[in-house]
């Protein structure tokens, strides 16, 4: 699938790192180092704009081993670039770690994923089907 970008940072494009990965790492463009206090939020820019076609999602993600080793991860993953949107991606990082984290830039600070996605048309009903699940929510099925 081909996406127009528009690369407007120094770093290169969003790649995938290995031949079967769903994601590409993205990284931050930023004119000077950014620290992050413990439980402190932040919009990080990435210089990145694109044109999806409809019917996609580009969706932004944590990267693991910055949420493992750090405890800095996306706030509200996943985000979700709508194909209309044209504006700069930028990614909200949240620092849930109890040390301040400086985000350089070019650091690479969340991973990208292109995914298909249908829009719902509403069919009202008086009822629903049942299913052998029924009404069961939050831990319906155990917690083994």
Same mark, same amino acid.
């Given at each position: 699938?081909n996406i127009p970008?528009?690369n407007h940072s120094?770093?290169?494009?969003?790649?995938?790192?290995?031949? /079967?990965?769903?994601g590409m790492?993205i990284r931050?463009?930023?004119?000077s180092? /950014?620290?992050?206090?413990?439980?402190?939020?932040c /919009?990080?820019?990435t210089?990145l704009?694109i044109?999806?076609?409809a019917?996609y999602? =580009?969706?932004?993600?944590?990267?693991s081993?910055l949420?493992?080793? %750090?405890?800095?991860?996306v706030l509200? =993953?996943?985000?979700?670039?709508d194909?209309?949107?044209?504006?700069e991606i930028?990614?909200i990082l949240v620092n849930?770690?109890?040390?301040?984290?400086?985000i350089?830039?070019?650091e %690479?600070?969340a991973?990208?994923?292109i995914?298909r996605?249908?829009?719902?048309?509403?069919?009202p009903?008086d009822?629903?089907d049942?299913?052998e %699940?029924?009404?069961?929510?939050f831990g319906?099925?155990?917690i083994?």
């Open positions: 699938m970008i528009v120094k770093h290169p494009l969003p790649a995938y790192a290995t031949p /079967l990965s769903a790492d931050a463009n930023l004119d180092p /950014l620290t992050l206090a413990p439980m402190q939020r /919009l990080v820019p210089g704009h044109a999806l076609p019917g999602e =580009a969706q932004i993600r944590p990267r081993g949420a493992l080793k %750090r405890g800095v991860t509200n =993953a996943p985000g979700t670039i194909a209309d949107y044209r504006g930028r990614v849930l770690s109890d040390e301040p984290f400086v350089e830039d070019g %690479r600070i991973q990208m994923v995914a996605h249908e829009q719902a048309v509403w069919q009903a009822e629903l049942d299913t %699940r029924g009404t069961g929510g319906h099925t155990g083994d």
